[in-house]
């Protein structure tokens, strides 16, 4: 069966950084990648996606409230997928989600991220203090 499943997140201190890792089971990235994308929800909000990457082609997009501090990527080899989040805000705490599309519905190009995402992780919590 497919499971995603993120780590890596943590508490941090406002201008500090963390570098969340997503594996997806079941699943191999291979030679084309499926689209995936990370996420997040803070209490009482609504959720929000903030990066995604394409499958055979690595476009990439980001939403307008992270562009420039977080970035994503992924290893092929480790079927990993990595958000590397640099000048953290309070703003940013939040649980962080992970989400596959082995089925390569999702459309990524640099100004939208569409489409539903099959599989997702349990989350991870960020937590940055002021």
């Known amino acids: 069966q497919v499971q995603v499943a993120e780590s890596g997140g943590g508490l941090v201190q406002a201008g500090g950084s963390l570098r969340l890792s997503c594996t997806a089971s079941g699943l191999h990235f291979g030679d084309y990648p499926y689209p995936m994308g990370w996420f997040r929800q803070a209490p009482g909000k609504e959720r929000e996606e903030i990066s995604c990457i394409g499958s055979s082609i690595d476009n990439t997009y980001y939403a307008d409230s992270v562009k420039g501090r977080f970035t994503i990527s992924r290893d092929k080899a480790k079927n990993t997928l990595y958000l590397q989040m640099n000048s953290l805000q309070p703003e940013d705490t939040a649980i962080y989600y992970c989400?596959?599309?082995?089925?390569?519905?999702?459309?990524?190009?640099?100004?939208?991220?569409?489409?539903?995402?099959?599989?997702w992780g349990q989350g991870t919590q960020v937590t940055v203090s002021s």
């Open positions: 989400a596959a599309d082995p089925e390569r519905q999702v459309l990524v190009y640099s100004g939208m991220c569409s489409g539903d995402f099959a599989y």
